[in-house]
């Protein structure tokens, strides 16, 4: 749509600003970047997420960018991936970095929370079945650790084991030599990180202003 | 009746403590000043008449040996003396041990009487004993020591601040640098002139008889009075174990304001010295703040950066590798003192810089050497300021003005909370977790007074006025240290202030932290603005591919975090269950999940196994089932003078043991086979290590693991085992049953096969 080019119209900011939370301003400059981003078009792919270079020496990238393209972080109870994105799920998926509000009931801190643990739920368990399994957390291990080289494999497999022996424990406590522990659901992952306060770690600074023109002053803001 | 007899053998103690250090004045009848020339203290109008006196004894003594010499000689030759008695030349040690041990008799006492110290505060108690001992020393005649310059600033505070910094738990101190930072200067010099101006203002009150205190001299007051001192903090909030955020809020302040207080202090006594003030010394102070402050730091990083260079090199004299991190530490200090920076900054900076690569280095056994000679070297040096404190407000000369010392205190008060409010507004613009009204409240009633001021105001040159500053300063330090201090922890309850969170330290926190590092920096860069973890992730690159390459030595350097944090994780767990084998409450088969639950099933591989009937199987596999217990059962609350930042380091009584065992040996008649093995494991206790390995033996697809284990974990096993040895021994004398041996015999025989380390194993433990 050619509006996009120029100041959206208030309208659709509105609608945006009420499923995420952002305010306008932040909706503004995120706009600026996903176009920065995806020079100029509407859809982001994969490809414009590679191009950014401080984001290639990161270990779980590939999971990250995936994350972007996964259905279910949408809001929408839809599962699968898809190919591009438009400017909506750019925003919505950013919208899981936001801090809870200063004035929040405990009811709606426990959504954030959970809101937060389910998106890095998702981002473990990538065959969407609904369990993370022992193969999809070595993988998590791995890549954490790929940047080591040579250490990376076996360690890795025995610090999972670890984790996920631990998981076990916590969330099943008593089981027959002959059950099988299927994988980490959604609420064993609940418990395990219940202690983690993952509200107040799981979020980033977006900004009321402008990034390009207040970039030095911000670098030393992250009181 | 055993209450009864501690109680008395506490009290026995205390009066001990205290008669002997009297009788240490008593005796010898000479004046302290001996041993204040010996520390280079530096209350000269005071040393005046005491020394005269001093020397007038000399001459007496020598005197009167001189003539008993010269009688002895004209008359005939003096028997060879037997015993003989001259106490002045261990004076000073003596005296100082003396102080010392008493210091240490006092909170041995107190520990013992826990209803006291459940209500009141340590420092507080401590006080108290100051204020009792000084009263004696005073009654009898004697000149006590003084909390002088020289004595607080070189000899007793570094200890306790080379403890805070090197424990410094730099994560939360990184992530609310800002804060700190805002408290710490903005709220000092708010604090400051607050105090220093309505305190001039208080002066011009007609019939108050201050009339001669001027503007500068009310400001230089302010300026001492104002600082939150870090000793009274540690002191009191140790003990109410508030959550991190606030601890380090309050800590991290006391510890950074540090800078602002030289420096105030420093021009305030120049500016009253000159009588007016221009704008150019106003901007040479704060040039002056910067310079102290970072070149404090600088200085602090400098040495520190020494410190993990010369700790890559000590793989062969282990022995002496806590000392270098004390002096290196020691002489940041000093050098920083030297140039009148701010020695606190250095030795801080010094603490954080080095200890990631020194602890990289060093063996294990240094490392609980450095760990437990800084606790036991603050913890005392913190008992002896609170003593002093004490024996100096009764030996001082006091001038006392009902309006001034009443002004200060609820002109201190007042500024503290206005400050906090202030600027909290302020900061939590920033914020990304706000700080709430309660935070502001514990931050605010949390700003105590203490030692540090005292001492500074002991430096004031201006006799007629100090003694009036450091009665005001005494009562302020008081009134916060008491009142403050004692109702503290009440509030806290009552607020309901989020407490401290036992550490867990699981390895699936530690996995999901990195993980959520790497995600946040990921999405900054994604929105494309630099912000905090982006920063964070740069300086950790530059950290693992430059710094850590010249500072840890051999391979540790490539050491992922993870791993290392793992490999510590093993290790502790080992050495747990080695050294306490056993824990607060009996083992009890809580988690029963093995390694087979969590590995998906496959092919069962040819194993060289002699093969067993089922329903020994059966047994064997409850039996190591049972064995799974939970490692972390026992939590512990966060205490700066207890040795337990790791759990696993308590050490456990004979007695306790044996009491433990007695116990299982009742439950062992009611279960047999069950109950038997948790009691070989509870004493033994190294029983998830056994299981550990021996559920890998199930295992049908990583026996490699145990290669892949470094070979640290595998020599500290078989020493466990060696330990597990004497205790098995002992055990097996108390074993009366003999399905008991039976069952045991039988436990062996099945381990036997398997991979290598598990021979070892169990040959030595076939004793």
Redesign the interface.
């Known amino acids: 749509m050619g509006a996009l080019q120029s100041l959206p119209a208030q309208p659709e900011y509105i609608d945006l600003a009420q499923k995420t939370g952002f305010s306008f301003e932040q909706i503004a400059i995120l706009h600026k970047r996903f176009k920065q981003l995806s020079r100029d078009e509407e859809t982001l792919r994969r490809e414009n997420f590679s191009q950014i270079p401080d984001l290639a020496c990161n270990p779980i990238r590939t999971q990250i960018i995936e994350a972007f393209f996964d259905k279910r972080n949408y809001h929408q109870n839809d599962v699968g991936m898809v190919e591009e994105i438009g400017f909506k799920e750019f925003l919505v998926v950013m919208s899981h970095f936001r801090p809870p509000s200063h004035r929040m009931t405990e009811e709606q801190r426990e959504n954030v929370r959970t809101e937060k643990l389910r998106f890095l739920f998702n981002m473990h368990d990538t065959d969407n079945d609904g369990t993370i399994t022992l193969e999809e957390y070595r993988h998590v291990v791995e890549e954490l650790l790929s940047r080591s080289g040579a250490l990376g494999k076996e360690t890795a497999k025995g610090i999972a084991d670890a984790a996920m022996l631990e998981v076990a424990s916590i969330s099943v406590g008593h089981m027959e030599p002959d059950e099988f522990y299927e994988g980490i659901t959604f609420e064993h992952f609940l418990k395990l990180l219940k202690g983690f306060e993952i509200e107040s770690r799981m979020n980033i600074r977006f900004l009321n202003m402008d990034t390009s023109t207040l970039f030095f002053l911000f670098s030393f803001s992250s009181i | 009746m055993a209450v009864f007899l501690r109680r008395s053998s506490s009290r026995a103690a205390v009066t001990i403590g205290v008669l002997l250090l009297t009788t240490s004045f008593f005796i010898p009848g000479a004046s302290s000043d001996n041993r204040d020339a010996a520390r280079g203290g530096s209350n000269g109008t005071r040393g005046g008449p005491g020394q005269v006196l001093q020397v007038e004894k000399e001459q007496r003594n020598s005197s009167v040996h001189q003539e008993t010499h010269t009688n002895s000689s004209a008359d005939h030759k003096k028997p060879f003396p037997v015993l003989s008695f001259n106490y002045d030349h261990v004076r000073t040690p003596f005296e100082i041990s003396l102080w010392i041990l008493l210091a240490l008799l006092m909170k041995l006492g107190f520990h013992i009487i826990p209803r006291v110290s459940h209500v009141v505060p340590e420092s507080c108690l401590l006080i108290v004993v100051g204020l009792l001992v000084g009263g004696i020393i005073k009654a009898i005649g004697e000149k006590a020591p003084v909390l002088g310059y020289e004595l607080f600033f070189f000899y007793l505070l570094p200890p306790i601040i080379l403890d805070a910094g090197y424990f410094l738990p730099t994560r939360h101190f990184m992530d609310?640098?800002?804060?700190i930072l805002?408290f710490a200067v903005v709220g000092t010099l708010w604090n400051a002139f607050f105090v220093g101006g309505m305190m001039y203002g208080v002066c011009q009150i007609e019939g108050a008889q201050l009339a001669t205190v001027d503007l500068l001299s009310c400001l230089l007051f302010g300026s001492i009075v104002s600082a939150v001192d870090p000793v009274a903090v540690l002191a009191v909030f140790e003990e109410i174990h508030i959550n991190e955020l606030l601890h380090i809020l309050v800590f991290g302040e006391s510890l950074l304001n540090d800078a602002v207080t030289v420096v105030l202090y420093h021009l305030f006594e120049e500016f009253s010295h000159a009588g007016t003030v221009t704008v150019v010394d106003a901007f040479l102070g704060v040039v002056c703040f910067f310079v102290v402050s970072l070149g404090g730091i600088l200085f602090g990083a400098i040495y520190g950066l020494l410190g993990a260079f010369t700790s890559r090199f000590t793989s062969h004299t282990r022995v002496i590798e806590p000392l270098f991190v004390f002096l290196y530490s020691y002489m940041a200090y000093l050098s920083a003192e030297v140039f009148h920076l701010s020695g606190i900054m250095s030795l801080i900076a010094c603490g954080v810089v080095m200890r990631p690569y020194v602890e990289a280095n060093i063996s294990h056994k240094s490392y609980t050497t450095i760990k437990y000679f800084l606790k036991m070297w603050s913890s005392v040096s913190e008992t002896l300021i609170f003593i002093f404190l004490g024996v100096s407000t009764v030996a001082g000369p006091h001038a006392w003005n009902w309006t001034f010392v009443v002004f200060t205190v609820l002109v201190c008060l007042v500024s503290r909370v206005l400050g906090v409010i202030g600027l909290t507004f302020l900061?939590?613009k920033?914020?990304?977790?706000?700080l709430t009204k309660k935070d502001q409240f514990i931050v605010a009633y949390g700003g105590l007074r203490g030692a540090i001021a005292f001492s500074l105001g002991f430096l004031v040159t201006d006799s007629q006025m100090k003694n009036m500053f450091l009665t005001a300063i005494i009562t302020v330090i008081f009134f916060t240290v008491f009142v403050q201090g004692m109702t503290i922890r009440p509030l806290v309850e009552l607020l309901a202030v989020k407490k401290k969170?036992e550490s867990?330290r699981?390895?699936?926190?530690e996995?999901?932290t990195?993980?959520?590092d790497?995600?946040?920096?990921?999405?900054?860069?994604?929105?494309?603005?630099?912000?905090?973890?982006?920063?964070k992730d740069k300086m950790n690159?530059f950290n693992k591919t430059y710094v850590k390459r010249w500072l840890i030595a051999g391979e540790r350097s490539?050491?992922?975090q993870?791993?290392s944090f793992?490999n510590k994780l093993e290790m502790k767990q080992a050495i747990m269950q080695v050294e306490s084998g056993s824990s607060a409450k009996l083992p009890t088969?809580?988690?029963?999940?093995?390694?087979?639950?969590?590995?998906?099933?496959e092919p069962v591989r040819q194993r060289a196994i002699p093969s067993i009937s089922k329903s020994r199987e059966q047994e064997i596999?409850k039996m190591l089932?049972a064995n799974?217990q939970?490692t972390r059962q026992r939590l512990r609350s966060y205490s700066r003078h207890d040795l337990l930042i790791e759990p696993f380091e308590d050490h456990v009584s004979e007695a306790r043991l044996r009491k433990q065992r007695a116990e299982m040996g009742r439950r062992v008649s009611v279960h047999s086979s069950h109950l038997v093995f948790t009691e070989h494991q509870a004493e033994s206790g190294n029983s998830p290590c056994r299981t550990e390995h021996q559920v890998f033996t199930y295992d049908t697809e990583?026996p490699?693991?145990q290669t892949?284990r470094p070979p640290d974990t595998v020599r500290l096993l078989t020493e466990s085992h060696q330990r597990t040895n004497q205790s098995a021994e002992l055990q097996e004398l108390s074993a009366k049953e003999t399905d008991i041996e039976d069952q045991q015999k039988v436990s062996r025989c099945f381990s036997d096969p398997g991979p290598k380390s598990d021979q070892d194993r169990d040959g030595s433990s076939t004793s």
């Open positions: 609310n640098i800002g804060t805002v900061i939590n920033f914020r990304i977790v706000k969170k867990k699981s390895i699936n926190e996995i999901h990195q993980f959520l790497h995600l946040l920096t990921g999405i900054e860069d994604i929105c494309g603005h630099y912000g905090h973890h982006h920063w690159r490539t050491e992922p993870l791993i793992y088969p809580e988690s029963s999940v093995s390694m087979q639950n969590v590995q998906p099933k596999r089932r799974l939970k990583c490699n693991i892949s």
